[in-house]
């Protein structure tokens, strides 16, 4: 089912923020506009996806 919604938690590993995004399934990937955390960090991230 292209384009189902999505909601999407990150957490970071370095500082421990998180963040709860919504974005929307395509061809398997889940696209947020999620760049960095707030530290500067852009790799080392904890990603779990579940539907809306």
Same mark, same amino acid.
């Given at each position: 089912?292209?384009?189902? #919604?999505?909601?999407?938690?990150? #957490?970071? #590993?370095?500082? /421990?923020? !998180?963040?709860? %995004? #919504? /974005?929307?399934?395509? !061809?398997?990937?889940?696209?947020? /506009?999620?760049?960095?955390? %707030?530290?500067? &960090?852009?790799?080392? %991230?904890?990603?779990? &996806?579940?539907?809306?």
């Amino acid at each position: 089912m292209s384009g189902q #919604r999505m909601k999407v938690t990150i #957490r970071c #590993r370095h500082c /421990g923020e !998180r963040f709860i %995004l #919504r /974005g929307k399934q395509d !061809r398997g990937k889940v696209e947020t /506009g999620f760049k960095q955390c %707030l530290c500067g &960090n852009t790799y080392d %991230l904890d990603i779990q &996806n579940e539907p809306v």
